[in-house]
């Protein structure tokens, strides 16, 4: 349990006081406060928080009967005296990533609130409560998928049969066996179908269409679909990108596939585009991150190894974002002194200290400006 | 567009007030001003956000993989110096029906967040962002279901192939296409297995055994739900529930089924459980809220008709209730002077005065008290 603030009795006695100087202190309290370092669990100040319908299509029969459907689902969030640019919070497996740790603590909706962004977090279509899609949806469930999804998400190893093995120093609680049953219902099904990474970036850039120029959050899966957003509409402001797997190349700078010293499997690197369509990525700020236990060499472990082999593609492409004149850069948080991370930093242990590097280049990078112009939903 | 209230420069002036007095503030902002009729448009302090998976189960094969999977999913905000119970909101079609109107204004989220009520909103297993089930999953998209929703929600008819007409005097903006281009993208699919009701009503036992009593707020398919968790755990302090459908009556009360005047459907009153059971329902204050357009005899129109033959049910659900020494209530939103009300009274222009007739209950069942001990998650 966090601790919880209770002010008790003081309350009735001072409501009173004229509006302007509640909001004043309020925005206060969020804004500059929160950058500050203050202390984590004051109250967030919300000046509007709701959710909406985005893009989409009709269909329609000959009888004349229609339906609405495709569309994504968006919540989202505004802090008193908010930042120009909105976080749209762009989830790959589900938007707990975004909304809160497995044991409790602020995830980045949280933290970013606190820091003064408009926070958008954001079901594509077909996925969650976005799931009025035009086509027919089949979930079949994968009896060990929380193995895989250890796995993959580099907490460590758990064999078929055997316990989980967490990695040593791995920020996570490991002998609270209800962080791991959180993580592990974590997820809610995905739409993995190639075709889904220029409808997923049409359907945001309806959503930009809709709430203004914003700056993409991405993770894993979503990554790439960032990369097809940001080459389609102008809105993309910047990106942040934790742990993207494929990419888009221009022609000719395609990587060569690598294949999984683990077990084979040939780790595709993505697709090439026209340079045309390319240079569009080197006019926004770009950072990607990425966490631990990322080997230097050929592992046998699948999921660091696939982690190393997706480093590869995403250092190429941020080279040939920077050939270009282009803003992309790479940071491996063991480099920054993050230790024990994983493939889901944003709600690791330190995933404060994580969100502090993403702050930090929003900063850098004049993204975190109370100036821009914005027509929010 | 809504107002949105800009406090500009004054903010950075007065962040350094003592934290002690800024939450005094915080709190009485939200909590009794809200409750005397202030700015609605003022800010919502929330002192706790986040979100979890509750419930659920593991299943195995025999290679030792397992798969966590039929959680729910909870979404939920605490306001400042918060109310002691909880209100579990539970939706039917959408979650959407809690979080946010149409054309942009408070949905029953914000609204009680700001008379100082815990809100949870909740995704039930193998819905929204509870996807990830223990079962396969099958959606598929049924062009037509505009028009059926148009009816069913009772904003007027929509014949195929033609225009959709608004029944005179509609608590909705009509003359707006995008409130009803956000209307007919509000559902995602639902779970509409019978067995589903005990299966839902555990899952919301699993959270109340995690969250604390709470009461319950049900919409249309959720209500049976509710009524099956009241009996199935002593944590249900009250339930307010909008146009349920489906009941549950003692042995040999069942009402008999009616068919529909419109379709020559048969609309099933529900089931008959044990004397005991049903005594579980007396012992909790119950408010059944049916809005307008609902015919005093026989109608063709389908919607219209539905709902009057479930008031019928409703009513000998309350009777079976009452005449045990219970407390259920029925309020017809005509019969207090509120007209034009649909299906989706929460999200009607005049759904702050729905509202407050919720908020009326709560206070007189005493289900308001700042008393209550809990333990939020």
Redesign the interface.
């Known amino acids: 349990?966090?601790f919880?603030?209770?002010?008790g009795t003081?309350?009735?006695?001072?409501?009173?006081?004229a509006?302007?100087?509640?909001?004043?202190?309020?925005?206060?309290?969020t804004?500059?406060?929160a950058l500050a370092g203050g202390?984590k669990?004051?109250?967030?100040?919300?000046?509007?928080?709701?959710?909406?319908?985005f893009g989409?299509t009709?269909?329609?029969?000959a009888?004349?009967?229609?339906?609405?459907?495709d569309?994504g689902?968006a919540?989202y969030?505004i802090p008193?005296?908010e930042r120009g640019l909105p976080l749209v919070m762009w989830h790959s497996a589900?938007?707990?990533t975004w909304?809160?740790?497995?044991d409790?603590r602020?995830?980045f909706?949280?933290i970013f609130?606190r820091k003064g962004f408009p926070v958008y977090i954001i079901?594509l279509p077909r996925?969650?409560?976005?799931?009025?899609?035009?086509?027919?949806?089949?979930?079949?469930?994968?009896?060990?998928?929380?193995?895989a999804t250890f796995e993959s998400w580099r907490f460590g190893l758990w064999?078929?049969?055997?316990e989980p093995n967490f990695f040593p120093g791995v920020q996570a609680p490991t002998r609270d066996p209800k962080w791991l049953?959180?993580m592990?219902?974590?997820?809610?099904?995905e739409d993995n179908n190639p075709d889904a990474d220029q409808f997923e970036a049409d359907s945001v850039t309806a959503l930009l269409n809709k709430i203004g120029s914003s700056v993409l959050v991405t993770h894993s899966g979503s990554g790439v679909r960032g990369w097809v957003t940001a080459m389609t509409s102008p809105k993309v402001k910047g990106i942040v990108s934790f742990e993207p797997s494929v990419f888009r190349f221009p022609e000719g700078e395609l990587p060569a596939p690598i294949a999984s010293a683990a077990n084979g499997q040939i780790i595709p690197p993505g697709s090439e585009v026209s340079e045309a369509e390319f240079r569009r990525l080197t006019r926004i700020p770009i950072q990607i991150i990425v966490g631990d236990y990322v080997p230097d060499g050929p592992s046998t472990l699948a999921g660091p190894e696939r982690r190393r082999i997706t480093v590869i593609y995403a250092k190429a492409f941020i080279k040939a974002i920077n050939d270009r004149g282009g803003d992309a850069e790479f940071v491996e948080l063991p480099k920054k002194g993050l230790r024990g991370n994983t493939h889901l930093m944003m709600l690791d242990l330190n995933n404060d200290k994580v969100a502090e590097i993403m702050a930090d280049f929003l900063k850098r990078k004049r993204l975190d400006k109370r100036s821009h112009p914005q027509?929010?939903?």
């Open positions: 349990m966090q919880r603030f209770r002010p003081i309350a009735t006695s001072s409501f009173a006081l509006p302007i100087v509640i909001a004043a202190v309020l925005s206060g309290l804004g500059e406060a202390n669990r004051q109250p967030i100040v919300i000046e509007d928080q709701g959710a909406f319908a989409g009709s269909i329609s029969n009888a004349g009967g229609t339906l609405h459907c569309h689902y919540q969030n008193a005296n589900s938007s707990i909304e809160h740790t497995p409790g602020d995830a909706q949280q609130l079901d996925q969650g409560k976005a799931g009025w899609g035009c086509t027919p949806l089949n979930y079949t469930p994968e009896i060990g998928r929380d193995q064999p078929l049969g055997g049953d959180q592990l219902r974590a997820r809610y099904p027509g929010h939903f």
